[in-house]
Antibody
Framework: EVQVVESGGGLVQPGGSLRLSCAASGFTVSGNSMSWVRQAPGKGLDWVSLIYSGGSTSYADSVKGRFTISRDNSKNTLYLQMSSLRAEDTALYYC????????????WGQGTPVTVSS | DIQMTQSPSSLSASVGDRVTITCRASQNINTYLHWYQQKPGKAPKLLIYTTFTLQSGVPSRFSGSGSGADFTLSISSLQPEDFATYYCQQSYIPPFTFGGGTKVEIK
């Protein structure tokens, strides 16, 4: 069964850093493209970042230069390193597997919450 | 970046009603358009991908249409379990932006 489980969220002060993890099972992160999507409290979905199976990456303008997506193939885990965090980064962060030639998000985790506050 | 505009932002409907949600892209995105359903406290769930194709297990009362920049999600006969928020997303060019969502509520 395909599954992704996020972890690593928590409370962090503005300007701080946090690393989110997404453990995959039932498939390999190295053989698939993956995304991070976030949702601020009471708001809509906000696409954050992706890593293609080939390794190239892309970021939303709002996080570019502050967030880094990566993966550890040996641990079958996706990461999102977040730095210079701002209050507006407060959200539930979802990891999702991308599938097909059109890269739709077919498997989502339950999310890990990040709160940026002093 | 490609902007995705959904309308309406919310609607009230009764069980059995036909419901239509539209999604407009700020440029041509071919058919690289996907629809997700999200219920309160739950992760989004893929409903329709690449404009037309129903994800496995999704009831046939859901359908998608469109191409270029204008797309539609239709529910032919609304069921109690369909009350949720629906999002479109483009995957033509990164960033793979979402629409603002359409909340479908019970009338």
């Amino acid at each position: 069964e395909v599954q992704v489980v996020e972890s690593g969220g928590g409370l962090v002060q503005p300007g701080g850093s946090l690393r989110l993890s997404c453990a995959a099972s039932g498939f390999t992160v190295s053989g698939n493209s993956m995304s991070w999507v976030r949702q601020a409290p009471g708001k809509g979905l906000d696409w954050v970042s992706l890593i293609y199976s080939g390794g190239s990456t892309s970021y939303a303008d709002s996080v570019k230069g502050r967030f880094t997506i990566s993966r550890d193939n040996s641990k079958n885990t996706l990461y999102l390193q977040m730095s210079s965090l701002r209050a507006e980064d407060t959200a539930l962060y979802y990891c999702a597997k991308m599938t097909g030639l059109t890269y739709y998000l077919d498997s989502w985790g339950q999310g890990t919450p990040v709160t940026v506050s002093s | 970046d490609i902007q995705m505009t959904q309308s309406p932002s919310s609607l009230s409907a009764s069980v059995g009603d036909r419901v239509t949600i539209t999604c407009r892209a700020s440029q041509n995105i071919n058919t690289y358009l996907h629809w997700y359903q999200q219920k309160p406290g739950k992760a989004p769930k893929l409903l329709i991908y690449t404009t037309f194709t129903l994800q496995s297990g999704v009831p046939s009362r859901f359908s998608g249409s469109g191409s270029g920049a204008d797309f539609t999600l239709s529910i032919s006969s609304l069921q109690p379990e369909d009350f949720a928020t629906y999002y479109c997303q483009q995957s033509y060019i990164p960033p793979f932006t979402f629409g603002g969502g359409t909340k479908v509520e019970i009338k």
